[in-house]
């Protein structure tokens, strides 16, 4: 072993971010070290700042450091159309490929009895809630056609329907079994504009 | 955009790292924040402590909070060979595969006139200064076969040989023009144990 501690450390640490091995850490802690101490000392306060700060909005479960994120609260969109996904990813991806000007709301998640996650862990009683304000009156289902993603579509549908709020699913294009983050934009955006009622 | 500051803010900070686009800053930023927060502060802590505290050895200039680093300190270690590489990943791909039991000297770059890079840049007055001490009896040149690395080679040995120190140089296997430390570990190996001598 020929890394100082504190060189160890940084490589060990490097290793919690997704698709990061053993061989991305040595050459991100290389490069830093010996090339920009200044995005490293900015990394860490970006890091360090967000994970203190950072929860999720009242009204959408959207990462914000705000009560309310900045898409409810912008005047500019369409608070009676809501669009429903599983991740926050999946509102970047949407607001890319499509001209949707509705709000979101982001489940964080799919419906999955045995891993202890119901209604409640994804926010339905949050979203139960809004519906029956009545502000809402069409909901746009864009949740993953995963066996899951197919229980939660038919649980949030029938809340829908409940509260008399009309419901359409997107569709066409997105494939079976794939999530929907690692969707081109073309598809996405022809799968959101011929989404069908399911009401 | 849809974003909140913070999380746009280390969404960016990430593109500090080699080989991440805005696709993984963005997958990043969304692992750190929804499931490890841990992990977040912890990396931002290592990369705190490193970006202050790291410098660079004062005997080989790889990279240490130690004055002299732990492979330099070592009594395991042979003091009389001494490897010269030119990255701090160049020494644990040497550590890796092979068995040397000497020391190592870090050029930290290649000989290029043109970008100013010259022998003071690369620490040679100090490995001059090393060599003058007389500890040290063989020099082992593990530099990349690039028309920098040439040169460097050259001039590295042309210091050895005035010093009385006897050269060689690893060969064998290192493709012409690759980077060292993209070299399979087998590679690598017979390159080191078949050097020759240029002395
Ligand atoms: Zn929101
Ligand atoms: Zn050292």
Redesign the pocket.
């Known amino acids: 072993m020929s890394y100082s501690p504190l060189v160890q450390q940084l490589m060990e640490a490097f290793r919690c971010l997704p698709g990061v091995g053993p061989k991305s850490a040595q050459r991100m802690t290389f490069s830093l070290l010996q090339h920009d101490r200044q995005g490293a000392r900015s990394l860490a306060a970006a890091l360090q700042q967000a994970a203190e700060a950072v929860g999720e909005?009242r009204?959408?479960r959207?990462l914000?450091e705000a009560e309310?994120?900045p898409?409810?609260q912008s005047e500019r969109r369409d608070g009676q159309v809501l669009c429903i996904v599983e991740n926050p990813s999946d509102v970047q991806a949407l607001e890319e490929a499509t001209d949707f000007r509705g709000r979101y709301f982001v489940l964080k998640g799919r419906l999955s009895p045995l891993d202890g996650v119901g209604p409640a862990e994804l926010g339905l009683d949050v979203l139960e809630q809004r519906l029956a304000d009545g502000e809402v009156t069409e909901l746009i289902l864009a949740i993953s056609p995963t066996v899951e993603g197919e229980a939660t579509a038919q649980y949030v549908g029938e809340m829908a329907r409940q509260a008399g709020v009309g419901v359409s699913r997107i569709a066409h294009g997105v494939p079976l079994g794939g999530d929907l983050e690692y969707v081109d934009a073309g598809t996405l955006s022809h799968a959101f504009a011929g989404r069908t009622s399911v009401g």
Request: with cysteine; net charge neutral; aromatic share 0%.
């Open positions: 909005c009204l959408c959207n914000t309310v994120c898409l409810c």
